[in-house]
């Protein structure tokens, strides 16, 4: 391995699907997946095999149709964990199981309740037991900012000789200071003498998980864990974008012996992933975030606007086009554009896998759209294209909707929907429209659902931007699912959600 590339271990699919509310489906995950394999993310951990059967199948399904990025599961120190790991990936070009136990003196004590001495001997089971299944094991000292010194040495040294060839060192509480970071890679990284990659995996509590992997970097970490928008349990993980453009950004500082860190990361994917996984998740990044924020290259000062106008390196250290935003975001397709032009606005945003059906699908939403609006930008086409890739399960369909509501009035609600080739008619009344609406596709479709979320947000400017409405639903007390819907008219798109959404906790009955 080139000393001076950092490789990108990308847990999006797995500690990113641990934020509230942002569990995905087995399509959806498919869909990130290849985004992310089009970053050129060196592994994408895409879940953790043993906790569900739908996380195994997800697994398994990403294995078989990712080439070009390796593909990981994550596993307990326990043999059936592990099992399921193993068999979960097997199917891929490159793999690799990542295994983990607890080395801090109050996990030992309080969660595990195992002597140090017991921790080593599972630690070094798992190890073993991984490498009948892949060659490429990953060991993570769970809690090491935390850890003792002593015992994180003793517990890599037997790990290493097990046949693990990664040693991820988590800040798992996001506890620890740059410094105190720097300092415990430069150890660890010293004591295993290149027998093995050291890695980090930081939590963003105090906010510093950035920081901090930048400083594991200086000190010697060659692989870091992150996250597209920096999504996590509690406040997060590292954001992917952030140490990439870091590191691209700062050349002139993070720099060893005349070399230059980097990554394999084609920076240019990174707007097209942010806003995949926000739409997916239904979790959008503040406007202020940095690199993927829809402010990130806005500017409203007189004075700031004057110098990008005169000079762009006046007030940015990066360029828009560097992660795929086009600068030029004005009209560039109407209504008399035909699928030629269509298709080659698709290949410039970066979707130059659409098959011909799903090309004809998004063209006629696309004339469609351009009937009812006068300005097509690209983030609406974007959302065109994703949104039927997110629809693509649709046992029911909504074929359409009329409303009844009047001040003073009861809301009603009359709703179509197509099932097993026939259309079913149904009308109910509700406390408001949505409820009315929702109400009805629960007559029709027989299933009760619980709305949990709803979501309403505008694709772009203006008073005719499409909708697009995310719901999360609980069908029948089982656990949510979460549906897309996108149209001009906000409760047809509401409609189109909760439909989506049904068919989401369909498609995994």
């Not at 698709?346 to 799903?358: M, P, Q, R, V």
């Not at 006068?374 to 890739?389: A, C, F, G, P, S």
């Not at 693509?392 to 009329?402: A, G, H, R, W």
Request: with cysteine; hydrophobic share 40%.
């Amino acid at each position: 391995m080139d000393n001076n590339k950092i490789l990108i271990f990308d847990t999006t699919l797995r500690d990113g699907e641990q934020s509230p509310g942002a569990s995905m489906n087995i399509a959806e995950k498919i869909q990130i997946a290849l985004q992310l394999e089009k970053l050129n993310v060196d592994i994408i951990e895409a879940g953790f095999a043993a906790a569900s059967p739908g996380d195994f199948d997800a697994i398994a399904k990403i294995a078989d149709v990712v080439n070009n990025s390796r593909v990981c599961s994550l596993a307990r120190a326990v043999d059936s964990d592990i099992k399921a790991a193993g068999e979960a990936i097997q199917k891929a070009k490159m793999n690799r199981i990542h295994t983990f136990i607890a080395t801090s003196p109050i996990h030992m004590e309080y969660k595990l309740k195992m002597t140090p001495d017991e921790v080593i001997k599972r630690a070094v089971k798992a190890v073993t037991y991984a490498r009948t299944f892949v060659d490429d094991v990953e060991f993570s000292l769970e809690d090491a900012g935390r850890s003792e010194m002593s015992f994180m040495k003793e517990i890599t040294q037997a790990v290493i000789e097990a046949g693990a060839k990664t040693i991820n060192l988590p800040d798992t509480v996001g506890y620890r200071l740059p410094t105190e970071i720097y300092n415990m890679v430069k150890e660890m990284v010293d004591f295993c003498e290149d027998k093995a990659i050291i890695s980090l995996h930081n939590h963003n509590d105090l906010g510093l998980a950035v920081a901090n992997t930048l400083a594991g970097i200086q000190a010697g970490a060659r692989q870091v864990e992150c996250t597209i928008n920096g999504l996590g349990e509690r406040a997060g993980n590292a954001a992917m974008e952030e140490v990439v453009m870091t590191l691209k950004t700062r050349k002139d500082f993070f720099a060893k012996n005349d070399k230059i860190f980097d990554t394999n990361i084609n920076t240019k994917e990174i707007y097209t992933a942010s806003r995949l996984v926000a739409t997916i998740t239904g979790i959008e990044p503040q406007p202020n975030k940095a690199i993927v924020g829809k402010n990130a290259f806005a500017h409203e000062s007189g004075i700031h606007q004057d110098g990008v106008l005169k000079h762009q390196e006046t007030y940015e250290i990066m360029k828009p086009e560097d992660i795929g935003i086009e600068q030029n975001n004005s009209i560039v397709l109407g209504k008399h554009s035909g699928r030629a032009a269509f298709r080659d606005k698709l290949n410039t945003l970066g979707f130059d896998d659409i098959n011909d059906k799903e090309l004809n699908i998004a063209f006629d939403r696309f004339k469609i759209l351009c009937d009812k609006k006068k300005d097509i930008l690209d983030d609406d086409i974007r959302m065109i294209i994703t949104d039927e890739k997110l629809n693509v399960e649709k046992i029911y369909e909504l074929i359409s909707l009329q409303l009844s509501d009047f001040s003073g009035g009861i809301p009603s609600a009359v709703v179509s929907i197509k099932y097993d080739g026939k259309v079913i008619v149904d009308a109910a009344i509700g406390n408001g429209t949505v409820d009315a609406v929702f109400k009805t596709i629960d007559r029709i479709t027989g299933f009760n659902g619980k709305l949990l979320e709803y979501q309403v947000n505008s694709v772009t400017e203006g008073k005719d931007a499409l909708a697009k409405v995310i719901c999360k639903v609980s069908f029948e007390g089982e656990l949510p699912t979460i549906g897309h819907g996108l149209n001009i008219d906000t409760m047809l798109a509401s409609a189109r959600a909760y439909v989506s959404a049904l068919n989401s906790y369909l498609s995994l009955k």
